[in-house]
């Protein structure tokens, strides 16, 4: 048998990044940059106001006070958005919004709090220091400043950031394009009524969730009977995907409709790993191929343990593995010797208890699982109080 390390590695080396491109920043959240962003302009632009106001000489209202208020002749009014740059004549003031380009000569912003709001004439109660409630071009990036860094997640704050400098596009790792092909005679899409013997389909719908989740693209999600010709039919579909994802037809019954088509161009094997004992990966014209167990448990716990780390590492992020973390166990827990048990737990601040039983069609509970428990290969027993291994899912 495998190991779940040995595994792992093989899928991580099938799983290739593509080359870097650019994508429009309104579609680069979550991607990861693959070049620097150095500034070719200074933000702010030009120097704006802070506050809504009013644009003066300092030394014009140096005396202003509650007590001793100071009118000037309001000669201009600025609105944020206006081009012309007008020219501010001692002894007047003009009107000015937060934003708006400061007025040649300006030298303080009185905020309109600290005066009448006057639009001919303004009185002013308080005094303004020089440059108070300006905002001077460059004093948040100058323009050759590197602002964005290769490797760095694009959050909403960084897309902002690019849209501010007025960048339509970013250089990134793209995302990878996974074909998901759920396999199995029995399966119905939902909306179909169900004959004797029938289940509805649900890794598929499953999996393409986890590989949006994961940050890669979901080609698309077909679904195949246990037949060759129809399995082929449906990964030919895949047109330019990067990886094929398949779940069912790899255990040791008849019918293993994955088995069938790929025998010699994936291998196959058992890992030894509770749940997800069988496992397949690699290339079938030159697409990286892994082949999931049908158990919706095991697929989605192979997912997170193979697929996942892999298709984020190709994708440029660092963070490719869920946050370990040491957790007290609640209860007395069995695991089977020579392999590795991943049961789905709930994690409640340092303490875990396992959530439903660990074979691996009990959907309900991962479906409200925040975690996984991974207990290593050489433990079989583990009691209440232990300390333990949590995959935070959360
Ligand atoms: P297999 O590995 O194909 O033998 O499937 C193992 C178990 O998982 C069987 O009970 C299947 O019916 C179930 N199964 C396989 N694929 C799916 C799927 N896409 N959706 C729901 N259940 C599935
Ligand atoms: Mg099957």
Redesign the pocket.
Known sequence: MRSVDEHRQVVAGLIRPRSPAAVPVADALGLVLARDVVSGVALPAFDNSAMDGYAVLAEDVAAAGADAPVQLPVAEDIPAGRTDIPVLAPGTAHRIMTGAPLPTGATAVVPVEATDAGTDVVTVRAGARPGQHIRRAGEDVTAGTTVLRTGQVLTPAALGLAAALGLTELQVWPRLRVLVV???T??VSAGTPLQPGQ??????VMLAAAVRDAGAEVVAAP?AG?DVDAFTAAVRGAGDADVILT?????A?AY?VVKDAWTGQVEFVKVAMQPGM?QGAGRVDGTAVITL????VS?LVSFEVFVRPALRAAMGRSDTERPRRAAVLAEDLTSPRGKRQFRRGVLDGDSVTSYGPPAS?HLRWLASANCLLEIDEDTSEVAAGSRVQVWDLR
Do not use: F, K, Q, R
């Open positions: 759920s396999t199995g029995e399966l289940i509805y389909e649900s890794n598929g679904m246990d779940t069912g037809g790899v255990s019954g293993e069988p167990p049908g158990n919706p697929a069609h």
